[in-house]
Structures are given as structure tokens and as C-alpha cells.
């Protein structure tokens, strides 16, 4: 989700393709379509169908965060989970790697909280200059 829209931050302008999106940011098509599809549900994205349709940024790149974006999607590492797989691990019966696991975690959600989808599309855009898609073999 955070590859393809940042895509979006940075291609604005008429509608673009799931196609075009999943051929430049190497995710799956198939994969990416569902994830439009939720992303659209949820008000983050507008698609259009026909001609001159494609998908478009709903909302200000500049202002959501992965953090947003994250939630938007429920996506599981909003979840607290043991870092050793042993199960229940919170401060009343911590394993060994909780206090470790915890600073950690708070640093990824400080990250996601300040960190961009403009800041995705900008680091994406400057990526494509240094290491293009690759074309898959046989097509021109």
C-alpha cells in the first residue's frame, strides 16, 4: 500500500492504471488490485472505471502518515506482539525481550507517525532515477 501510493504522491495528474502502478512499484498486480480496492473503501484512493479512469490520491500526501495508512488498513504490526512467539507478554508477565521489545517498538511507531506518504513517493522517485523497473524478458 505504502509503495503504491506514494507512487501516486509523486505521478499526479490524471489517473493512473493498477497496471502501470504495479509494474512500476514490482508488486503483483492481482495483489495491488485488492489492496486499491480496500484502499478506495476506505477514502484514501478514488477510482474511476472506462476510459481516461484509473486510481488517484484522495487525500494530502504531505499530511497522511504510514501511521494513518497503517490503521486504515489494519495492518497486524499495529498489533503488540512477543518478540520470543511465546504469546501473552505485557508488563504484568513480560519474557525476557519485553522491555528490549517495547523501545523498539515505540521507535517503529514513531517512525510511521512522522514518516510520510510524500516522504514515500519522494525516496521511490529518486530510487526509479538510480535503478529503473526492470523489463521482463521477451517484451519490448
Known amino acids: 500500500a505504502a509503495k503504491a501510493l506514494g507512487y501516486l504522491s509523486v505521478n499526479v495528474g490524471a489517473p493512473k492504471q493498477v497496471r502501470e502502478i504495479a509494474q512500476q512499484t514490482q508488486v503483483p498486480?492481482?495483489?495491488?488490485a485488492k489492496i486499491i480496492?480496500?484502499?478506495?473503501?476506505?477514502?484514501?484512493v478514488r477510482t474511476r472505471r472506462g476510459v481516461g479512469g484509473g486510481v488517484e490520491l484522495a487525500v494530502d500526501a504531505k499530511s497522511m502518515t504510514l501511521l494513518e495508512l497503517?490503521?486504515?488498513?489494519?495492518?497486524?504490526?499495529?498489533?503488540?506482539?512477543?518478540?520470543l512467539g511465546l504469546g501473552r507478554c505485557d508488563d504484568d508477565c513480560a519474557c525476557p525481550a519485553h522491555a528490549?521489545?517495547?523501545s523498539l517498538r515505540q521507535k517503529e511507531l514513531d517512525f510511521l507517525e512522522k514518516t510520510?506518504?510524500?516522504?514515500?513517493?519522494?525516496?521511490a522517485e529518486a530510487r526509479?532515477?538510480?535503478?529503473?523497473?526492470?523489463?521482463?524478458k521477451g517484451k519490448r
Do not use: N, W
Open 70 to 83: 497503517c490503521e486504515a488498513i489494519e495492518d497486524p504490526i499495529l498489533e503488540p506482539q512477543c518478540m
Open 100 to 102: 528490549f521489545s517495547q
Open 37 to 44: 480496492h480496500q484502499l478506495g473503501r476506505k477514502g484514501i
Open 116 to 123: 510520510t506518504l510524500a516522504d514515500v513517493g519522494r525516496f
Open 29 to 32: 498486480a492481482p495483489y495491488l
Open 128 to 136: 526509479q532515477v538510480v535503478d529503473p523497473p526492470k523489463r521482463k
